[in-house]
């Protein structure tokens, strides 16, 4: 059963503009094909060349900040190829440093900060980073959704995996690195642990194993601008067979994903537990279902939990 909340969110898609999705169309051709490009094992991790500020100390953690460009900045429009890094860390330090993915319509580092400094307080660094169409990498007005069209879905997604491959780089030249997210940030830790062969922890936290159902299945499916897609009828087998080449089983589990911790709210509107379900299947790996949840009330009242799975995917974490 859906949780109440979770069912009442196509009345807010009804009533705010921004939350509508593809409203611009399919967008730029060669952008969709990014979809089906997607990045590999195969594929080297690219050097970010971060230099980072001074310690910034806090109670308990502090934190340093970065610039880079982008390491598919030819595939971006000018004003989105140079993102920001925010690392947070114990006082002490540590060389545990995972990387935080981002949520649908995470425009800043707000929520991403407060499972740092969590994480910090149980003795793990977090990196943050902007994502492109996001923040200040937008390039549309704030009055509109920040991601307009399947092409600029596409860009997103394919370069928010290029930049988190190489914050990877970066955070296991340190030690032991991992990646973690909520909703679609979970699907991007993801889709980033599939193509990494070297270990890494891995916490997908309610995510998919790609967007495709997330979109169709799910409570979104009654955001999407179906008319600017062509029509309902039209549209929708040309976008599950597009989105769907997005998805995490098909590509090999690594030797790491065993040891991965997932998370499932079991009233989860947006991402049906199945939908963890199969990733889990797909890697040997543990999902933990918290029950009575959905999708927002998991992120708002469960927080302790969520960080568990990101503590815990590190302790598993086989070492050598």
Do not use: C
């Amino acid at each position: 059963m859906i949780h109440p909340i979770d069912l009442l969110a196509p009345v807010g898609f009804r009533l705010d503009r921004r939350s509508k999705i593809f409203v611009g169309g399919w967008g730029d051709p060669e952008s969709v094909d990014l979809l089906d490009r997607g990045l590999t094992a195969a594929d080297a991790l690219p050097d970010l060349a971060l230099e980072w500020s001074r310690k910034e100390e806090h109670r308990g953690f502090r934190i340093r900040r970065s610039s880079a460009t982008s390491p598919v900045a030819g595939l971006l429009p000018p004003n989105t190829r140079a993102m920001t890094v925010e690392w947070i860390e114990p006082s002490q330090g540590s060389d545990r440093v995972v990387i935080l993915l981002p949520a649908w319509n995470d425009e800043h580092f707000t929520v991403r900060r407060k499972f740092a400094t969590a994480l910090a307080a149980k003795g793990i660094s977090s990196m943050i980073a902007d994502v492109a169409f996001y923040g200040a990498r937008r390039i549309h007005p704030t009055s509109t959704p920040a991601v307009r069209t399947v092409g600029e879905f596409a860009v997103m997604g394919y370069s928010a995996v290029a930049e988190a491959r190489g914050l990877v780089a970066t955070a296991t030249a340190m030690g032991r690195g991992g990646v973690a997210g909520y909703s679609m940030g979970g699907n991007l830790a993801a889709q980033v642990s599939a193509t990494v062969a070297r270990p890494i922890a891995t916490a997908p936290l309610a995510a998919s194993h790609g967007p495709a159902p997330v979109y169709l299945d799910g409570a979104l499916r009654r955001a999407i601008d179906w008319r600017a897609l062509g029509g309902r009828d039209a549209a929708r087998p040309r976008l599950e067979e597009t989105l769907a080449k997005a998805s995490v089983l098909h590509l090999p589990p690594m030797a790491h994903h065993p040891a991965a911790v997932l998370m499932s709210a079991a009233r989860d509107g947006f991402v049906l537990p199945e939908f963890s379900r199969d990733l889990a299947a797909h890697w040997g790996a543990e999902l933990r279902t918290v029950h009575g949840a959905g999708h927002g009330t998991m992120l708002w009242r469960h927080r302790p939990l969520l960080i568990d799975a990101i503590v815990d995917s590190f302790d598993r974490l086989p070492t050598g």
